[in-house]
């Protein structure tokens, strides 16, 4: 597996505290806070505070231990936020894009957590 983790991503400055952030939930391994652009009422972004590139990339290095606090920090999130069906909400969806074909933004690991209205389809029309 071949990254190279930029150190200059705006998520490497916001885990620096170069840049403010609407904080949701920290934990040892984990950061999670508000998208600047919401695509729903609710849009958290979820990131380990290591120098992840991508899902694959955090999934098949990252320790057990930072794994293991990053799937428990995003369900905490769905929880607490309410929109989890296990909490009596109406439903929520977990998206993380990879690359160029995806649009991946910030080269740095994060799941979206979205919210809050009827999320339609999983994908957009072709194109
Ligand atoms: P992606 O396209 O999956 O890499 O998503 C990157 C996301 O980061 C987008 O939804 C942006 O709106 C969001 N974003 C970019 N800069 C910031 C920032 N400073 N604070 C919070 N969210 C940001």
């Known amino acids: 597996m071949a990254y190279m983790y ?8 916001i885990l620096r505290g170069e840049i403010p952030n609407n904080t949701v939930l920290e934990t040892e391994h984990t950061l999670a ?6 695509q729903a009422p609710e849009h958290i972004l979820v990131i380990p505070k290591g120098p992840y590139v991508t899902y694959d990339h955090f999934a098949g290095t990252a320790s057990e231990a930072e794994i293991v606090d990053f799937a428990r920090a995003s369900a905490k999130i769905s929880n607490d936020l309410g929109v989890a069906p296990g909490a009596g909400g109406n439903g929520f969806r977990v998206i993380t894009n990879a690359g160029e074909d995806a649009i991946q933004e910030v080269p740095h690991f994060h ?5 809050g209205r009827p999320l339609g389809g ?6």
């Open 33 to 38: 806070f508000r998208d600047i652009a919401p």
């Open 122 to 127: 999983i994908l957009p029309a072709e194109g």
């Open 111 to 115: 799941i979206h957590i979205l919210a």
């Open 6 to 13: 930029d150190d200059q991503n705006i998520f490497a400055k």
